[in-house]
């Protein structure tokens, strides 16, 4: 059963606090027509943006495959971003809830009629939570009566695509939290699941083990030499808020709760989708009055933060190096299925 989080609330809070002002940064996406903020899944290198578009249908309908979502089926999307995923579902005939911590987000989601609820995945367990409306009643024991949640055993499938990625922060790291933290994640999904569940994930990777030192990267990208790889990677850290998985270390995390099926190698395709959502920019911020006037909200209200956001794109495109051959990092589709 999946412990209420042992983290300090503070230092949860400060977790939180990086990843939502990432997203509010990231609201000027949508001005340039990108509201899909996670891989595409490509044939080939053709990246137009008929390509592009094509990509990332093929990725969601692939993830919705793997949780073997059809109709009925009752799915959860943690981080879900603004819909995409459960968009898809819904036409599948699923029955699907989003989760995210992004108030835009939800915003968004709300306003094309999705289930989507701002709540972090760590505090489910951590109070009372409004019944969701596919709560199966045969699915009901007395260890949940007792227990008196409504999510427990709520979900046949849970998806988490791209958000596992600012679970653990560089602070966490360095604390060896990191094992901590992605243990609970998977005992909190298991407690979510029924018997039979299946959880897929999409998760940037380090390429390998101890590549980089959390203390140093704890340092921020402005006390190391610009354009090594540990100023680009603690760029990434400071602007969008995490630390990424070891090779290896997902499998062990999970291995009480969960059996992993299948592992797909995406790193090419999230370097076609990264490079689309460059080129995609640049020309909006040629053409765009819409993309000028979010930006100059940005600024107009966190400064600082939206002139760092627009360095990490475009100038020393660290989003973008981390997938450029020779990648210094791998993203990975995996498919978990519950014990």
Known sequence: MATISTM?????????????RCYDLLTVAPACGLTDLTDGKYVDDRNDRAAYLAAQERQAEY??????????????DIGCGYGRMLEHARRRGAQASGITISPPQVAAGKA???DVRELNYRNIFAGPHPLLPHRRAEDRTAHDVEINNPWERS???????????HFVQAHDAARGRADEIYEEFFAICR????????????????????QFDPAVIERGYRALPRGSDEYQFAMLVDLFG??????????QCAADHFDLEVAEDGTHDYYLTSEHWLGQFKRSLRASPRLWAAVGRQFWSRPRAAWEMLK?????????????????????RQTWAAK
């Open 8 to 20: 300090p609330r503070n230092t949860e809070a400060a977790t939180a606090s990086a990843v939502r």
């Open 63 to 76: 993830l919705l495959d793997e949780a073997r979502c059809g109709p009925g089926t009752r799915l959860l």
């Open 112 to 114: 094309r009629g999705l």
């Open 155 to 165: 979900f046949d499938a849970i998806i988490a695509n791209g958000s596992l990625e």
């Open 191 to 210: 407690r979510l699941l029924v018997d039979g569940g299946r959880l897929v994930t999409t998760a940037i990777h380090f390429r390998t083990a101890g």
């Open 242 to 251: 995490g630390w990424y998985p070891e090779p290896g270390q997902l499998e």
């Open 312 to 332: 990490l794109q475009l100038v020393d495109q660290a989003w973008a190096w981390q997938f450029r051959p020779p990648a210094p990092m791998r993203l990975w």
